[in-house]
């Protein structure tokens, strides 16, 4: 049996199933990146949830796995070598589940870094606009008088969501026929936004035929609809 005894993370998150892959995580559009990728790639992986109301992310136990004390993260017992290892960002994880298990990721070099483009353009762009939009539209910054932080995460959230629709046109996916991670990372936060975030009519967001009719087809994958759900709440 595989002994991960050495990281601390475990102290606190005990590994059931040492031998399997363990996620360290909450169903948010960065966690489930990680959550839907495994549910689609078919590894045997153990889910853990960090739970934020009481400041898991904060403790010894999981800044020593991430000090960053961002969801999400993992702890691979299989990885490079067959050696473990402990690996946070969420896009980091997904290129290194990618060239795991040989899925999602294109081989040929020209569309692999293609690929890898849109993947850091939801890292760059999608994530941290979305997010700001959402604390201005939704969260503590709702109550600001000054309206103008709000207005500028729209204005720049709608942009985005303009170089998507162009992208998508005649496109079955981000990179065409082929469902890659560069999918798995944008459309969460395609999804939040206007579902959690509640900013689709803020952002006009009828006025993206192409991105609805893909976030269609993503929810509809049965391993997107179990990946959203994980980890589960206690």
């Given amino acids: 049996m595989t002994d991960l ?18 996620l360290y995580s909450l169903p948010t559009p960065n966690g489930v990146k990680v959550s839907i990728m495994l549910e689609e790639t078919g590894l045997p ?10 400041g898991d992310q904060l403790t010894p136990e999981f800044l020593s796995l991430n000090p960053n004390n961002k969801i999400p993260a993992i702890l691979d017992p ?6 473990p290892l402990a690996l946070f960002e969420s896009g980091a994880i997904l290129l290194y589940l990618a060239d795991k298990t040989g899925r999602f990721l294109p081989e040929e070099p020209a569309a692999r870094y293609e690929t890898l483009q849109w993947l850091m353009f939801q890292m760059g762009g999608v994530g941290p606009m979305f997010g700001q939009l959402g604390f201005f539209h939704k969260f503590a910054g ?8 709000r207005d500028r995460y729209v204005a720049e959230s709608r942009r985005l969501l303009s170089v998507l629709e162009g992208r998508l046109k005649g496109r079955d996916w981000i990179m065409g026929r082929d469902y890659t991670i560069a999918d798995i990372a944008i459309l969460p936060w395609v999804r939040n936004l206007v579902g959690f975030y509640e900013a689709g009519d803020l952002v006009g967001f009828d006025d993206f035929a192409e991105v609805r009719r893909v976030l ?18 206690d």
Avoid at 5 to 17: E, G, M, N, V
Avoid at 78 to 83: A, I, Y
Avoid at 216 to 233: K, M
């Fill in 45 to 54: 992986y153990e889910a853990h949830r960090v739970s934020f109301d009481t």
């Fill in 5 to 22: 005894s050495a990281f601390p993370i475990t102290r606190k998150w005990p590994a059931r199933h040492p031998d399997r892959l363990q």
């Fill in 216 to 233: 269609g087809a993503f929810v509809a994958r049965p391993a997107v609809a179990r990946g959203l759900e994980i980890p589960a709440a």
């Fill in 78 to 83: 299989d990885g490079p070598g067959g050696r």
């Fill in 142 to 149: 709702k109550a600001y008088e000054d309206k103008r932080p």
